[in-house]
């Protein structure tokens, strides 16, 4: 943190010499690194849990095939927790038209997943979802 030049003077008439703490908020400065990360491992907890629930409900809940065929690849927050994007892996390859058909199913059983999601979870809000579908060999984010 920069100093300027009169709070540089205020603060050498009282010590010797400056030191990084020296006029900063001690609440700021002695701020644990655990307190920055706690919403972040919430996050990845949050996400968890919302990969495990759509594993079990796409394999039980609907009588569709292509839908019993996905995994859940991964589930990350995008921008924060109150949305999450969730990916889901195939089994067989598939063409491009198949991957739209797959996909286009998933958003009409999207209410669903986010009410079995809400039932799973112990939150005020529910995130809202969104989906993308990948092929079996297909490298997904992590």
């Known amino acids: 943190m920069t100093i300027d030049k009169r709070i540089r003077e205020q603060l050498l008439a009282y010590c010797g010499q400056l030191h990084d703490d020296d006029g900063v908020d001690p609440r700021q400065f002695f701020r644990k690194e655990k307190d920055r990360t706690q919403q972040n491992h919430k996050a990845e907890q949050l996400c968890k849990q919302v ?48 991957t739209e058909a797959i996909l286009l199913q998933i958003n009409r059983v999207a209410g669903q997943l986010r009410s079995a999601v809400a039932a799973a979870i112990t939150r005020k809000r529910t995130p809202k979802l969104t989906f993308r579908v990948v092929g079996p060999s297909e490298e997904v984010d992590a």
């Open 51 to 98: 990969a495990e629930t759509l594993s079990l409900v796409l394999a039980g809940e609907f009588s569709d095939d292509r839908l019993h065929s996905l995994q859940v690849a991964n589930v990350e927050p995008t921008p924060n927790a109150s949305q999450l994007s969730v990916t889901f892996r195939t089994d067989k390859v598939c063409s491009c038209l198949e």
